[in-house]
């Protein structure tokens, strides 16, 4: 039987972390802002000490045409001329397009919860 991962507010500080997430919720906590009451009322979790960042590469647009093109049901595409023009996309314009997309969101940062639970 695993027995849950437990760290105090004082510990989880020593260790370097500093945020945490409520049970359920969506967005991070500093830990020095979670009182002893709220430690009793609600499971708060440690989050990972690194930020976790949207992006996306050109390898991965290059496969969400593919799946784009091989699932078109209108077009009938059984000598695959259709999905062999994909790979005829040069590499730099979807390098390209990968770099655009993650200047959109290079200011949204994601903190991911570990298995740690805080407690009073």
């Excluded at 500093?30 to 000490?49: H, N």
């Excluded at 314009?93 to 200047?103: T, Y």
Aim: aromatic fraction near 10%; proline fraction near 3%.
């Amino acid at each position: 039987m695993n027995e849950e991962k437990t760290m105090t507010v004082d510990e989880a500080l020593a260790k370097g972390f500093s945020l945490c997430i409520r049970d359920g919720y969506s967005y991070v906590e500093d830990l020095d802002d979670v009182d002893e009451e709220d430690l009793r009322d609600f499971a708060y979790w440690i989050c990972e000490t690194e930020p976790v960042k949207f992006t996306i590469d050109a390898r991965t647009i290059r496969g969400l045409i593919e799946d784009y093109v091989e699932g078109r049901e209108d077009i009938s595409d059984e000598s695959f001329d259709v999905i062999d023009r994909v790979k005829l996309i040069p590499e730099t314009a979807l390098n390209a397009l990968a770099q655009e997309i993650n200047k959109v969101y290079e200011d949204l940062t994601y903190w991911t919860p570990t298995s740690v639970r805080v407690i009073p």
